[in-house]
C-alpha cells in the first residue's frame, strides 16, 4: 500500500495551528529517550510528506533527528471527530527554495516569531498512517504496526 494523504488530513495538518488544535510531535535520540513538542509550523508538504519549520536551529529535535530520524505526530479535533497518527522518517533540508516554501506556508504568527528566516526546514518520509488504532496507510515495504 502506498502513502497518499487525503485531502482532509492535509487541510487538518494545514489549519491545525490557526483553528486551534495544536500538533504534537516526539523524537527520540540514539538514547531512546522520547521527547514531545508541539510545532505550530506543520503543514502537508505533499502526499506523502509533512513539513515543519524550526525557528531556532539548536533544538533539540534537530539532534535528535540527526541521531535517530524516526518521528510520529498526532493530530486531534474533537469536534470535528477527527484524530490520526502519522509516523515518518525525518530530516533537516537547507535547500533554500524547500525552506523558503515551507516558512512561507507556516501560520502568519509563526512567520513573525522568525521574521528574518533564520531557522531551517524539516522534511517528513510518511511512513505510515494511524487512525481509530489501525495502520489506514504504510510506505510499500513497512512492517511497522499501529502501536
Do not use: C
Not at 533544538?59 to 541521531?67: S, V
Not at 507556516?106 to 510518511?126: F, H, M, N, W
Amino acid at each position: 500500500m502506498a502513502i497518499e494523504l487525503p485531502e482532509e488530513f492535509q487541510t487538518a495538518i494545514n489549519n491545525a495551528f490557526t483553528d486551534g488544535f495544536p500538533i504534537i510531535w516526539t523524537s527520540a535520540g540514539a538514547n531512546g529517550q522520547p521527547s514531545l513538542a508541539f510545532f505550530g509550523t506543520t503543514q502537508a508538504y505533499s502526499d506523502h510528506e509533512v513539513a515543519i519549520w524550526m525557528r531556532t536551529t539548536n533544538r533539540g529535535f534537530l539532534a535528535r533527528i540527526e541521531e535517530n530520524p524516526q518521528v510520529a505526530m498526532m493530530y486531534r479535533n474533537a469536534p470535528a471527530r477527527l484524530t490520526f497518527q502519522i509516523h515518518g522518517e525525518a530530516h533537516r533540508v537547507d535547500d533554500p527554495a524547500v525552506k523558503k516554501h515551507v516558512y512561507e506556508h507556516s501560520a502568519e504568527a509563526e512567520q513573525k516569531a522568525d521574521p528574518d528566516r533564520l531557522g531551517t526546514a524539516v522534511i517528513v518520509d510518511v511512513v505510515r498512517v494511524i487512525q481509530r488504532g489501525q495502520v489506514i496507510m504504510a510506505r510499500d515495504g513497512d512492517t511497522g504496526s499501529a502501536d
